[in-house]
């Protein structure tokens, strides 16, 4: 009696609910179709079955690891001997795992998919499979048109996103004995399923890529992935389209990092390429304008910026909070937030003869952590040994730099307008503030404007 297709693994996948585990178990049906004579308990896909069904999505190399990790577990979560197919316990126990599951659960999942003992793998073999998931990721989004305005690659002659990124999430790792997979040196170093799930659980992104490729490679329970706030959409006028310095992996990455509510979105507000080599154009386009990202590539190669969490206002004090951060986009990725030594997080000042005159981030006056100079092209980044206010280390390659490009993208929704009362036309043009500044020129006005009305 009953359905003759009900599915008795369903006890192994408990973490879904009702409607998740039915697009579940049609996706079974779906890969086992092939073997529709066999009987309900002994139904099974093939790895050519997964490949059908994934075509162009995902890299093969991927969807090879899939299977393998898959066909490797049973219901006790044991690494089981290989087989020429997937049965609907291992398939409902691995999505459950890689979706739903903890960092243990997803580590033996990420072992299998590694080796097929089920034993230590080396540190490298880990790198190989982390390269491999950063490549899927972008691949994938490529293929179901998700970048969202976004690069798949960076600006050419830059180094690949997809090593630099890979190489971060394995800088996380800490392998026995406390070392961390930071150089050559390290890759021949074991790592077993107790260095892996610390590995999960440190570098959240893994866990996130993964569960991304099953989202869209496998198309299975798109609704539950938030993709708006993994991937921002791209604002910028499209008359006016530039190369950026960003692609979508390094977006990625310095996307998660953000405040929850700036990660929707990035307008851009400032480059080189499109507005030219003005300070005070610079100033112009991003003061008042919300929380904001800079970024720049010196000489070298070398990319770099920090982000500042209020809006950028031209004064001689230091601004902004502890969200501040830097970061780093290449040769390395890394960011670096607040130590808590001080609160010199965001600085922007023009016109003054005894206090510096430019945009920095992090340190003290002429030892800014990221320090661009009015005289346009140029700047530092001082740390000996790391910046007081972040902690990070010298940014760019030569400590004094000169800068081919620099980008300005405003993050999450754009601030409220001023109402229009009681302003002038300095107000209404920042441009022309900030140039009348750098002549020296002061507002006179300002001290004559009547105070507003209290809401």
Not at 271 to 276: D, I, P, V
Not at 401 to 406: E, P
């Amino acid at each position: 009696m009953g359905n003759s297709k009900s599915h008795p693994e369903q006890e192994f996948s408990s973490r879904f609910l009702p409607g998740e585990q039915a697009e579940v178990n049609r996706l079974f049906d779906a890969l086992s179709s092939e073997n529709l004579g066999s009987s309900t308990s002994h139904r099974s896909f093939s790895l050519q079955a997964l490949k059908g069904h994934v075509g162009d999505a995902l890299p093969p190399e991927m969807v090879t690891r899939l299977f393998e990790g898959m066909q490797r577990v049973d219901g006790s979560r044991k690494a089981k001997g290989p087989s020429e197919h997937i049965s609907q316990k291992q398939f409902t126990v691995s999505m459950s795992h890689l979706l739903k599951g903890t960092a243990e659960e997803k580590s033996l999942v990420i072992l299998n998919m590694i080796s097929a003992s089920g034993g230590p793998v080396k540190a490298r073999d880990v790198y190989k499979f982390t390269e491999d998931l950063v490549g899927s990721v972008v691949h994938v989004l490529n293929y179901r048109q998700e970048l969202r305005g976004w690069s798949q690659k960076p600006p050419p002659g830059s180094l690949s996103r997809v090593q630099v990124l890979a190489a971060q999430l394995c800088s996380e790792m800490k392998l026995q004995g406390g070392g961390k997979l930071l150089g050559p040196q390290w890759l021949d170093c074991d790592c077993d399923e107790a260095v892996l799930e610390d590995w999960v659980f440190r570098a959240h992104h893994v866990a996130t890529f993964l569960s991304l490729i099953i989202h869209q490679g496998f198309l299975l329970l798109c609704s539950t992935l938030e993709l708006a706030t993994l991937v921002p959409e791209r604002q910028v006028d499209p008359q006016r389209e530039f190369a950026s310095l960003l692609d979508v992996l390094s977006v990625i990455y310095i996307n998660s990092h953000l405040p929850q509510e700036r990660r929707l979105r990035w307008r851009l507000l400032f480059a080189t390429e499109l507005h030219g080599n003005s300070f005070a154009q610079l100033c112009g386009r991003i003061t008042h304008k919300g929380p904001c990202l800079v970024l720049l590539e010196d000489c070298d190669g070398h990319v770099f910026g920090g982000f500042a969490s209020c809006s950028w206002e031209v004064k001689p004090q230091f601004q902004g909070d502890n969200r501040c951060f830097l970061f780093s986009i290449s040769p390395s990725m890394a960011v670096y937030t607040c130590t808590g030594y001080n609160d010199h997080y965001m600085y922007l000042n023009q016109g003054r003869q005894t206090i510096p005159n430019g945009l920095g981030m992090g340190g003290q006056h002429s030892y800014f952590g990221l320090w661009i100079d009015v005289d346009f092209g140029k700047g530092h980044s001082k740390a000996k040994p790391t910046c007081t206010t972040y902690g990070s280390p010298q940014l760019s390659a030569q400590e004094d730099f000169q800068f081919r490009k620099l980008e300005v993208w405003a993050v999450g929704d754009a601030p409220k307008a001023e109402p229009a009362r009681n302003r002038s036309i300095l107000d209404v043009d920042p441009e022309a503030r900030a140039l009348l500044k750098v002549s020296g020129r002061g507002c006179h006005s300002e001290g004559f404007r009547e105070v507003p009305d209290e809401q």
